[in-house]
């Protein structure tokens, strides 16, 4: 089992910056795909970015160029940079890996999600 707790939401204003970050126990996951996933009110949960193994990275087209993932193996930690924040972004930010290698862009591949953490923006 994977557990995953999410830190660093709040409330900010519009061009604010934001980084959340995600420690994960139980198991070490440098050899899993995390992502991030985020569910504004009345709105389904929707991918924002993920990281694999090997570093390789991927965004939502409405993040991209603002947002971005890292992972730091050694404290078993990913990390969302979120730059120039939009109230559109306001949002439960969620955590999640899929337990292995695989990656993907669909919450269904994802098996193991922490609890979320709220970032409201501001205008």
């Known amino acids: 089992q994977v557990q995953l707790v999410e830190s660093g939401g709040g409330l900010v204003q519009a061009g604010d910056s934001l980084r959340l970050s995600c420690a994960a126990s139980?198991?070490?996951?440098?050899?899993?795909?995390m992502a991030w996933f985020r569910q504004a009110p009345g709105k389904e949960r929707e991918f924002v970015a993920a990281?694999?193994?090997?570093?390789?990275?991927y965004y939502a087209d409405s993040v991209k160029g603002r947002f971005t993932i890292s992972r730091d193996n050694a404290k078993n930690t990913v990390y969302l940079q979120m730059n120039s924040l939009k109230p559109e972004d306001t949002a439960v930010y969620y955590c999640?890996?899929?337990?292995?290698?695989?990656?993907?862009?669909?919450?269904?591949?994802?098996?193991?999600w922490g609890q979320g953490t709220q970032v409201t923006v501001s205008s």
């Open positions: 999640a890996t899929t337990g292995g290698y695989t990656y993907a862009r669909v919450e269904t591949q994802y098996n193991y």
């Open positions: 139980g198991r070490t996951t440098s050899s899993y795909t």
């Open positions: 990281i694999r193994t090997g570093g390789s990275t």
